[in-house]
């Protein structure tokens, strides 16, 4: 009887025990990372000397997004993209806002996407240039759900945005990519981590016990 007890509680173990080897390998392989994202380039069309006060025309805005899947086997679906650009790092006036349609991209790939469209000319007159230098804030908002094999996750929410040098041109003044950084609070990701530690810690000591 005593030996039948044992059987079942061995094998009762041994069951959450691999219950738990079972979680944390598929968290482990279904750990997912953002794409990121970077600016490339910048450009804002400034207004010729004679024509200041002519707010018929139309001021351009382009600039183009690159965006690269970090994931060594998970596609992204991409939402709309949807890049908005201030005047100043403090977001007092939207300069423009621009979407760009959504889309697929493979694991390990990456995308230059051009981002096209016309400033607030209202606002582009009122940016100031310091030593011949403008400041501005681009946002891009879009959400994604990640492709493992046949299935696809669920959508999560992505919130990325940086402070971009311009000259008095209307042009980028860094050559290189500016990152956009997440303005989401990390805690998501601590907890997940946290959680996965106390898993493993209770099923290292029941194999033990
Ligand atoms: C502004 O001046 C330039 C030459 O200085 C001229 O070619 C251009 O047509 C003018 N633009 C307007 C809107 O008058
Ligand atoms: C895009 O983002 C801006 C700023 O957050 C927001 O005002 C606007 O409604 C958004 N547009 C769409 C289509 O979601
Ligand atoms: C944003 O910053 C600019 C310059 O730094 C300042 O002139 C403006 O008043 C600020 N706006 C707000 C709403 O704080
Ligand atoms: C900006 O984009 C427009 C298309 O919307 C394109 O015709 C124009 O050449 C671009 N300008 C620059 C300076 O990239
Ligand atoms: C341009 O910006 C001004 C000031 O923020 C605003 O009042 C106006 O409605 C904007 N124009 C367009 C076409 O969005």
């Known amino acids: 009887m005593t030996d039948s007890d044992g059987g079942?509680?061995?094998?009762?173990?041994?069951f959450i025990?691999?219950?738990?080897?079972?979680a944390l390998f598929m968290w482990l392989n279904l750990r997912t990372s953002n794409p990121k994202c970077s600016?490339?380039?910048f450009y804002l069309s400034m207004p010729s000397l004679n024509e200041t006060l002519n707010l018929t025309v139309d001021?351009?805005?382009n600039l183009t997004l690159r965006l690269d899947n970090p994931n060594k086997d998970k596609g992204i679906k991409y939402d709309t993209l949807n890049v908005t650009v201030y005047d100043f790092p403090n977001k007092s006036h939207v300069l423009g806002n621009i979407l760009v349609p959504g889309f697929y991209q493979g694991h390990k790939k990456k995308a230059t996407k051009p981002v096209q469209g016309t400033a607030n000319t209202t606002v582009a007159l009122q940016v100031v240039y310091e030593n011949r230098m403008g400041v501005f804030r681009v946002d891009m908002a879009?959400?994604?759900?990640?492709?493992?094999?046949?299935w696809y996750t669920k959508k999560h929410k992505i919130s990325v945005g940086a402070d971009v040098v311009v000259?008095?041109?209307g042009f980028k003044v860094e050559p290189k990519g500016i990152r956009?950084?997440?303005?989401?609070?990390?805690?998501?990701?601590?907890?997940?981590?946290?959680?996965?530690?106390?898993?493993f810690l209770v099923f290292a000591l029941l194999n033990f016990w």
């Open 39 to 41: 600016i490339q380039t």
């Open 167 to 169: 000259n008095s041109s």
């Open 180 to 199: 956009l950084k997440s303005m989401a609070p990390k805690m998501g990701s601590f907890c997940v981590v946290v959680g996965a530690l106390v898993n």
């Open 17 to 22: 025990f691999t219950l738990g080897l079972t």
């Open 59 to 61: 001021r351009t805005l």
């Open 142 to 150: 879009t959400a994604v759900k990640f492709k493992i094999m046949f």
């Open 8 to 14: 079942c509680c061995r094998c009762c173990c041994s």
